[in-house]
Structures are given as C-alpha cells and as structure tokens.
C-alpha cells in the first residue's frame, strides 16, 4: 500500500471541485519534474516550478495580488502521497478556513502537481505572501500512507532551508486530527506574524496556553 501511494496520481480536478464547493479560488501548477520517474529520480525538479507556471503566476499576481499582499498562502502539494492529499487536505483546508481571522487575506489554493516542499518558496514568493504553508503527502509508512504534512514559512523565497519552516506532521483522522492541526496552524501564524519568523527561531508552543515566545526570556501575551 506504501508503494501504491507514492506512485498514484492526484486527482486534481477532483481536488479543485472539493475546494470550489467550499466557495474557495483554486490555481494549478507543475513543477520542473515531468512525471513521476523524474520527480523520484530528481529531487531538485520538485522544488522549482516549470517555466509555464511561473508565468502564469507572476501575470496572476500582477492582476491581484500588485497592491495588498496575501497574509496566507495556501498550497496543496501531492508530494509522496497523493492518497494522503485526496483523503486529508479538502477537510484540513476547511477548518483552515473556519479559523482565519476576519482581516486576514487568505490567497487562491494553488494545487501542485510533482511537487517538494520547497515549491511553495517560489510559489509564495511570486504571489507575494507573507507566509505560505504547504499541505503535502508525507512519504508512507507500512500503516499510515494517508498521513498529510503541513510546512510553514514566514517571508518565504527561493532558497529557504527547511530550518526556516514550522512542521505539523500526521495529520489523519487516526493522527492529529484536522481540526486540532488547523488550531496550530493558526497558532504559529499568529506567531510568526509577531516574531517576523518561523523555522527554529519560532518554537510551537501552541499546545502550553496562550503565550508566544517573543525571544529568549521574552513571553508576549497573546490578545
């Protein structure tokens, strides 16, 4: 089963019918990897994505995105399980949305094909968002191969280092469920934005009450 998730394809267009039903925007992208011999032979194809869509997204953005940034990016990767995407991130997605604070913009879900973690650098970066999260299909084991990784960046761009992201991993209903994963998303958000960081610099203590670690001997009270 572990070896069938890594190789099944997303169903994207069932993916974006979830998405729209839920009245969100939804944007397709590939990466640099062709197929997924490519993506599993050639790690680096998955991080960066394909002339087309850089394109698209750079026009995208130019058209609405010029004059106010997005506070929150959302993006849908298959990863190395797309079983994990199709069963995980709709649900997940929607308590996301239950949470956002009114003022906040949230951005279209950008829905990746082929993709790596670090897609979402250049995805943010050219969308001009002050943070992203990535919700990918984390790499199967012998008993979760629906087990969905959610991946946190502040400011982020091509270049950053796994260092500079916050991860919530397991996510499934036999894990942390969706919405407890979406309470502490939103959480290290909420962080990052007063810190101006996420990664090691930023440590989740989401689960301890409601205070951010501002920096070291620091605590601020969340309002």
Request: aromatic share 4%; net charge negative; hydrophobic share 45%.
């Amino acid at each position: 089963m572990a070896r069938d998730a890594v190789h099944l394809a997303l169903d994207v267009n069932s993916l974006a019918d979830q998405l729209h039903a839920q009245g969100l925007k939804t944007l397709q992208v590939h990466s640099r990897a062709t197929d997924r011999h490519s993506y599993l032979l050639r790690p680096d194809f998955g991080r960066r994505l394909d002339e087309t869509s850089v394109s698209f997204l750079k026009d995208y953005s130019r058209q609405h995105y010029a004059e106010k940034p997005i506070d929150l990016l959302l993006v849908v990767g298959d990863g190395l399980s797309s079983m994990a995407v199709t069963q995980q991130a709709a649900k997940l997605i929607a308590e996301i949305q239950s949470r956002i604070p009114p003022h906040w913009t949230l951005g279209p879900i950008v829905i990746a094909q082929q993709a790596r973690v670090a897609l979402a650098d250049e995805v943010s970066e050219l969308l001009n968002a002050r943070m992203v999260a990535m919700l990918i299909g984390e790499r199967p084991g012998l008993s979760s191969p629906d087990s969905l990784g959610v991946y946190l960046t502040h400011n982020a761009k091509v270049g950053c280092t796994d260092a500079d992201r916050n991860c919530i991993s397991n996510v499934r209903s036999e894990g942390l469920v969706h919405a407890a994963a979406a309470k502490k998303l939103l959480w290290l958000c909420e962080a990052a934005i007063r810190m101006q960081c996420s990664g090691v610099a930023l440590k989740d203590e989401s689960d301890t009450g409601g205070f951010i670690a501002a920096a070291p001997g620091l605590l601020v009270e969340k309002e």
